[in-house]
């Protein structure tokens, strides 16, 4: 069981796990163990909240299938365990940051009196930059 929240939670039927050959330098271990960890989740067929589920579907993000289907690969450690650990943390990362809620921006006016201590700043470096300049008898 993955808890994503207080009150959300991904049973383990919901996840498929399986091990495969990680890819990459690893000497002969690398063609021998089954180290790394492929990770599906069907959004659809989980008992996640309606919200949660349109989110995740309105993501851009190239894990996610046409279908629906989350699909993630952790190879990164030597172990399954640890691989498969990342694999569900990477999942949980995921979820929770399609459904936060991302603070409406409003754009602003600079205040007058920082409008009038920039120009004034800008006037007296444009006048030491001057004094620099070759001497006119």
Known sequence: MLKISNNVEISAWEIELSAIRAQGAGGQN????????HLKFDINRSALPEF????????????????????????????QEMNKEEA??????????????????????PTRSSQRKRVESKVKRGQTKNLRGKVKF
């Open 88 to 109: 569900l943390e990477r999942l949980k990362t995921l979820i929770l940051n399609a459904t936060k809620i991302e603070k409406a921006r409003r754009a602003t006016k």
């Open 52 to 79: 949660y589920k349109q989110r995740l579907l309105a993501l851009n993000d190239s894990r996610i299938t046409k279908d629906g289907v989350i699909i993630i690969k952790a190879q990164t450690h030597r172990t």
């Open 30 to 37: 690398v063609n021998k163990v089954s180290s790394a960890i």
